[in-house]
């Protein structure tokens, strides 16, 4: 383990231990209620898991390095943030998604493009948006998401 997962554990288990001397029924209450959470949602979490695996077996990883890892940055990052736009994958699924493509030769950049529209920008849900807080709130939101998206991306590449 890291340094940092070191300090994570030691956080958690600090707050963990100062949560149960200050109120231990509501502790263990709360352990119930987020394990009967866990036990729902464990099924899609495996199904989409699964899909991953599907996608990346289909998917060899010379054609994601080759598209996503060798090709012109530019012209893959929007790319992928198109696609990261367009997709509805919930966050904790996509994180494990996005390691698989950067361990398969994928660069940072388009993956972190995807990886930030995929959360930021929401073209699945841009009908519900624009009725809940109009069209356009909900276009100017999803566009300034998109461009700082890519910004992010394109930092990120120069940082990491």
């Known amino acids: 383990m890291d340094i940092f997962t070191i300090i994570l554990w030691v956080i958690t288990l600090t707050w963990f231990i100062w949560s149960i001397i200050k109120d231990k029924k509501k502790t263990f209450n709360s352990i119930k209620m987020s394990t ?3 036990k729902s949602m464990i099924g899609e979490i495996i199904g989409i898991l699964f899909l991953i ?7 060899p990883p ?9 090709s012109n940055i530019f012209i893959s990052t929007i790319i992928s943030a198109f ?13 494990p998604l ?3 493509l950067v361990n398969a030769g994928a660069s940072i950049v388009p993956i972190v493009a995807f990886l930030t529209t995929l959360t ?6 841009f009908p519900l948006e624009k009725r809940e807080f109009g ?3 909900a276009l100017i939101r999803n566009s300034l998401s ?15």
Do not use: C, N
């Open 98 to 100: 996005v390691g698989s």
């Open 62 to 70: 010379d054609t994601i390095k080759y598209y996503l890892g060798q």
């Open 135 to 137: 069209v356009k709130f």
């Open 120 to 125: 930021m920008v929401g073209f699945v849900t």
């Open 36 to 38: 009967g959470l866990m």
């Open 83 to 95: 696609v990261g736009s367009i997709t509805l994958i919930p966050a904790f699924v996509a994180f």
């Open 146 to 160: 998109f461009i700082f998206a890519v910004v992010i991306a394109l930092f990120m590449g120069v940082i990491i």
């Open 53 to 59: 695996g599907l996608i990346l077996t289909f998917i």
